[in-house]
């Protein structure tokens, strides 16, 4: 069974449908990407799966089990994480904490043991310091832990909030535009993390405009144009199919390309 | 026969209920003027009232005649909301929630200090604009102070209304409340809109304390109190809302007086926290609450 | 050794409390101190939840007033011992603070402002009108907890003065250090994290709801202490230590001092206490100077005194 799929989602604002019936699986270990022009609703269809936008119509399953419009937090215990597209970073912490932070649900216990500052507490709090340092080590920001996260570059920032989400230790991860703003050396430390990540049995959903990098690490793509899917199929399949071509107009050719 | 006593008492209520709620919903105007223009709630809002009291008192005393004395004290007030925005609000332009609130109650503060430095601790009273012989309707006695009251309230929020609809200035302010950033493109000067937008709140709020002045008497100290139930008026209203300023003020005087009446005269300032809790546990958005989404 | 933050915080607070007395000119000034100690620890709470958590509160005072009645009403109508009676009014106000807070706390910006200075002035209306309970607008007596005599019985000499500002010197070291706990764990991570972005807390697996919760029941713990420590030591309560221009007062010690650091918010309540003793000879200056500061503080260094300084300095040092 898929460990994300997506049946029939759909919804408006101000009467206005910006996704409609869009329907697509991801399994453990995959990674399926989420293509199309600006105002396709890629992020649209990302805040209703994880739970920031309450879905109109349709619904979402983790694992089988129907978790259509549950709160965020509800879904992180269930083994979802995601970034943001316009980042969404505690500015006033450490880019330590940032991550430590995403470590919430293995490290929170009773709110008395953390007042009173009690060994439980300390040897939790200990163990995601850890776990954080790890995950920084792994998208290369180890050096600037100290430092305060407000302080770091755009393409820095991208790959803090992957640590973030991947301290919450999620079975289903969404990146929403993770190599946007990063030069060629860091969108290529991503590629490879992403692709790490999925072969760690991760189900990665990915909304990417950089389609060298689409092209090269997904095993299934779905085209959204309108706020409707008018494509789905492995990337060779989708790179030649004229829908998606007409959808792109002038950025047909770099789709080609990078296939090609 | 009997029953017409309660009736006459009810009457009696109504009408003073009408007169607060009428000053209540000018200061719910001030907050909505100033809110709509720049989303600060301004705490400094019942300062004006107090100021417009204490300003022609003291004008009176020194003989001026009282309409002159109540155009000094407008446009001083006016004056001094202008200052304010100038050199408080607009310097702190995009700062929190939190910060905006203190600059505000800090302000109000300085101009409750300064005041009872200048005109002293005592409590004052304007002479009622038309002397203080009442007229009698259905055995309830209406202060001829009343009526100058409630009608300055009608001017004030005919005149508004036809500055806002009929007037390029006055659609400008609408403009930039709406969106300021279109608003600018469009070529509206929103500094100016909002240095206006004080200035008419405060002037408002200091036309509000004149009429007053003769019913309830004015001191340095009554700015909060005002303030506070202006701001639970706008509140009921659904803030940003002119019509909703005049509604909740009505609304929020007529409870209390209906309070002090026949329940409890101890609980009637509690009668506007009270309405207040209510709205929000009822609308936690606020009653003309906006889109819930986030953009993320 | 290298000391931790919090190590270092709570060191340069212990020598100050310890020290400060050798400048005292007069026996006077332990007065002042406890002061200062007592409003610092309602204002370490405010740090919690309004420098932690980013939610503002100008009701805080409704608990430093059922904090400073329970001292006074549980021993008078219930034979309640008055250090009994701190605990039995900081749990009440925990639970109030719950009550109140779960519906108010889904509010924002200015619409929790109000609604939260709502309560408060409920708070003090009841305590100023309810005259046969709470002894009405003059206020009520409170007991002497005793612990003075007893520490005379055991051969230790305080004056009152001093005694008192020993006491609370100890409570606010020890508000100060769980304060600082609390900042350094999960929970604390969150209600920062929150702060800085709820939909990015929330997807990590924070209940922002629940988190906000725990940030005002703590806070109003932390304010309700200090109401009863004001009590007892004063030996009277009024019901104005209840009201909004006290809520107002605390708020604005928490965001002068700087709100996001403990140190900062006792700075704060030090600074805010001592200002009227410093202007005794021009007090009818007292509200323009502190409602000038309010502004200027705000205008000039948004995150307050103390993180705005430390700033300073380190972009000194570099």
């Known amino acids: 069974m898929s460990l994300l799929s997506v049946q029939g989602l759909g919804i408006s604002f101000g009467g206005l449908s910006a996704v409609r019936d869009v329907s697509f699986a991801v399994n453990a270990g995959e990674i399926v990407s989420v293509i199309g022009p600006n105002g396709a609703g890629k992020t649209t269809l990302f805040n209703m799966i994880s739970g920031v936008y309450l879905p109109k119509a349709g619904q979402v399953r983790l694992d089988g089990e129907t978790v259509t419009g549950l709160r965020p937090d509800l879904l992180a215990r269930r083994g979802l994480s995601r970034t943001f597209q316009n980042l969404q970073i505690f500015q006033q912490m450490s880019v330590l904490d940032n991550v430590v932070v995403g470590f919430h649900l293995h490290e929170r216990g009773p709110v008395l043991s953390d007042l009173l500052g009690l060994p439980g507490a300390r040897r939790r709090s200990r163990a995601s310091t850890q776990g954080a340092r790890e995950l920084l080590e792994r998208v290369g920001l180890a050096r600037a832990a100290e430092r305060e996260a407000g302080a770091l570059s755009y393409g820095a920032l991208k790959r803090l909030e992957i640590a973030r989400a991947l301290a919450v230790r999620p079975r289903v991860l969404l990146l929403d535009e993770p190599a946007a703003g990063c030069n060629a050396v860091e969108t290529e430390e991503i590629d490879r993390l992403i692709a790490e990540v999925a072969d760690s049995g991760v189900a990665i959903l990915l909304v990417e405009h950089d389609m060298k990098l689409v092209m090269r690490l997904s095993h299934t793509i779905v085209v959204l144009d309108h706020g409707e899917k008018i494509a789905e199929g492995d990337p060779a399949t989708v790179s030649r199919d004229p829908q998606v071509i007409e959808a792109y107009l002038g950025a047909s050719a770099e789709v080609i390309d990078a296939h090609g | ?296 | 050794m290298r000391l931790s933050s919090k190590q270092a915080t709570l060191l340069v607070l212990a020598v100050l409390i310890l020290v400060s007395p050798a400048f005292f000119p007069s026996n006077y000034y332990y007065r002042v101190g406890a002061m200062v100690f007592v409003n610092a620890i309602a204002v370490v709470g405010i740090a919690i939840l309004t420098g932690y958590a980013g939610q503002i509160s100008l009701g805080h005072a409704g608990f430093v007033g059922i904090g400073g009645y329970a001292c006074a009403l549980m021993p008078l109508h219930f034979g309640v011992p008055p250090l009994l009676a701190v605990v039995l009014g900081a749990t009440l106000s925990g639970v109030i603070a719950w009550l109140v807070g779960r519906p108010i706390l889904r509010l924002k910006g200015y619409y929790l402002a109000v609604a939260s200075l709502g309560f408060g002035v409920l708070v003090a209306m009841v305590l100023a009108n309810e005259g046969q309970v709470t002894g009405g607008p003059d206020g009520i007596k409170v007991p002497d907890p005793g612990a003075r005599a007893w520490l005379t019985g055991l051969g230790l000499e305080l004056s009152n003065a001093q005694f008192w500002y020993v006491f609370t010197g100890l409570f606010l070291l020890a508000g100060a250090w769980l304060a600082l706990n609390l900042n350094d764990s999960a929970t604390g991570r969150a209600l920062r994290a929150l702060h800085g972005s709820e939909v990015a807390a929330r997807t990590v697996g924070v209940d922002v709801a629940r988190a906000k919760l725990m940030a005002f029941v703590i806070s109003a713990v932390y304010a309700s202490v200090a109401g009863s420590l004001l009590a007892l030591q004063n030996r009277l309560i009024t019901p104005d230590v209840a009201g909004y221009m006290h809520s107002i007062e605390l708020v604005t010690m928490a965001v002068l001092g700087g709100a996001g650091s403990v140190l900062g918010a006792i700075l704060g309540a030090a600074l805010l206490t001592l200002l009227p003793q410093v202007l005794t000879v021009l007090q009818d200056y007292e509200h323009v100077v502190l409602g000038l500061v309010m502004m200027a503080v705000m205008i000039f260094l948004p995150a307050g005194l103390l993180p705005s300084a430390q700033r300073f300095m380190r972009g000194r040092g570099e």
Do not use: C
């Not at chain 2, 009608?151 to 009929?166: D, E, H, N, P, S």
């Open chain 2, 1 to 296: 026969m009997s029953d017409l006593v309660p009736f006459s008492d009810l009457l009696q209520f109504l009408v003073s209920g009408v007169t607060v709620g009428a000053v209540y919903a000018l200061v719910a105007l001030g907050f909505t003027i100033i809110y709509n223009a720049s989303d600060v709630v301004n705490f400094a809002q019942g300062e004006f009232v107090m100021l417009g009291g204490m300003i022609s008192v003291a004008a009176v005393s020194a003989g001026l005649p009282l309409p002159l004395a109540a155009l000094i004290a407008i446009v001083i007030t006016a004056a001094i909301g202008v200052a304010l925005n100038t050199l408080a609000i607009e310097p702190a332009r995009g700062a929190p929630v939190v910060s905006l609130i203190i600059i505000t109650i800090g302000a109000s503060i300085f101009i409750r200090g300064v005041t009872q430095i200048v005109f002293g601790k005592g409590t004052h009273r304007l002479p009622p604009f038309s002397g203080d012989a009442p007229l009698h309707l259905f055995g309830a006695a209406i202060l001829p102070q009343s009526l100058w009251v409630v009608a300055g309230a009608v001017a004030i929020f005919v005149g508004l209304w036809l500055f806002f609809t009929r007037t390029l200035t006055g659609r400008a302010v609408l403009a930039t409340s709406n969106n300021r950033l279109a608003a600018q493109l469009v070529g509206i000067n929103t500094g100016f809109v909002m240095t206006l937008s004080f200035a008419l709140s405060a002037g408002i709020g200091a036309l509000a304390g004149v009429l007053i002045t003769p019913i309830t008497p004015t001191s340095f100290e009554v700015g909060i109190t005002l303030a506070l139930k202006g701001f639970a008026a706008a509140m009921l209203g659904g803030m940003g809302n002119p019509k909703g300023a005049l509604a909740g003020g009505l609304l929020l005087g007529l409870l209390e007086a209906l309070t002090a009446g026949y329940l409890s005269s101890h609980y009637k300032d509690a009668v506007a926290f009270f309405v207040i809790l209510v709205v929000l546990f009822a609308f936690p958005r606020g009653l003309y609450g906006s889109n819930p989404t986030e953009r993320v």
